[in-house]
């Protein structure tokens, strides 16, 4: 059994399983694309002038500048997220992110007041957006980049309505005689 299955009860049902709009990947794909045009032109200008020690030596220092803003300002955002989890079960909303140290959100769906979504022009062309969770008790969550929030909005809503008519149980019709 892989994640998030694991983390679910055993007779709870995964209802949806996302990661962070692709967006967030777009400035760390440019800053990989513009630090190794940037990285191969000062190792064709080290090799061209440079000679000896001095050659040898800019080689490893445009190598390990490569490596540390890669590493930095590309590894990084990547891992984060792929290790970044929105779940939505029969039961809940489930929040899970990290990779050494691990941080989680986990939201009944009794305890919902309101949920609402909202994005702009890019964020709607898209289809992303930032999804607010309100339960009763607690300021609302908010979560950026949730891949076609609509549809996880509409979900969520009917989700919500639906734990709320279990609770309170089937509707009664109030017109009928009681006998």
């Known amino acids: 059994m892989g994640y998030?299955?694991?983390?679910?009860?055993?007779d709870e049902?995964?209802?949806?399983h996302r990661h962070p709009h692709w967006k967030m990947l777009v400035l760390p794909a440019?800053?990989?694309?513009?630090?190794?045009?940037?990285?191969?032109?000062?190792?064709g200008l080290a090799q061209d002038r440079l000679e000896g020690t001095?050659?040898?030596?800019?080689?490893?220092?445009?190598?390990?500048?490569w490596l540390g803003i890669v590493g930095w300002?590309?590894?990084?955002?990547?891992?984060?997220?792929?290790?970044?989890?929105?779940?939505?079960?029969?039961?809940?909303?489930?929040?899970?992110?990290?990779?050494?140290?691990?941080?989680g959100i986990d939201i009944p769906l009794g305890r919902i007041s309101n949920v609402q979504f909202r994005h702009g022009l890019v964020d709607r062309m898209?289809?992303?957006?930032?999804?607010?969770?309100?339960?009763?008790?607690?300021?609302?969550?908010?979560?950026?980049d949730i891949?076609?929030?609509?549809?996880?909005?509409?979900?969520?809503?009917?989700?919500?309505?639906d734990a709320m008519n279990l609770d309170f149980g089937p509707p009664t019709d109030r017109g009928e005689a009681a006998p």
Do not use: M, N
């Not at 929030?149 to 919500?160: E, K």
């Open 13 to 16: 049902e995964l209802l949806l």
């Open 4 to 10: 998030p299955e694991d983390a679910l009860a055993s």
């Open 73 to 103: 300002r590309c590894v990084g955002p990547l891992v984060s997220w792929k290790f970044t989890h929105f779940i939505v079960t029969d039961r809940r909303v489930l929040i899970r992110h990290g990779v050494i140290t691990h941080t």
């Open 54 to 65: 001095a050659r040898s030596v800019a080689l490893i220092v445009v190598a390990v500048a």
């Open 30 to 43: 440019l800053t990989f694309i513009v630090a190794t045009a940037l990285a191969g032109f000062a190792l």
């Open 147 to 161: 891949p076609d929030v609509q549809r996880v909005h509409s979900l969520l809503y009917h989700q919500v309505f």
């Open 126 to 144: 898209l289809r992303t957006g930032t999804l607010v969770i309100a339960s009763a008790a607690d300021d609302p969550l908010e979560f950026d």
